[in-house]
């Protein structure tokens, strides 16, 4: 989505965002924690 036509003003569509952005963080942080060998789950690298 973009930040240009006002589409995250939108109820919906700014819950799909947010919801989005929390997942595509949360991978990444489970990417770097794999990198760095920390695999002991959820409570090591997450905090949703």
Do not use: N, Q
Request: aromatic share 8%.
């Amino acid at each position: 989505m973009c930040h240009y036509c006002g589409c995250r003003e939108i109820p919906l569509i700014k819950e799909f965002i947010a919801e989005h952005e929390r997942v595509t963080d949360a991978a990444g942080d489970a990417l770097r924690a794999l990198e760095r060998g920390r695999r002991g789950g959820r409570g090591s690298w997450w905090t949703p």
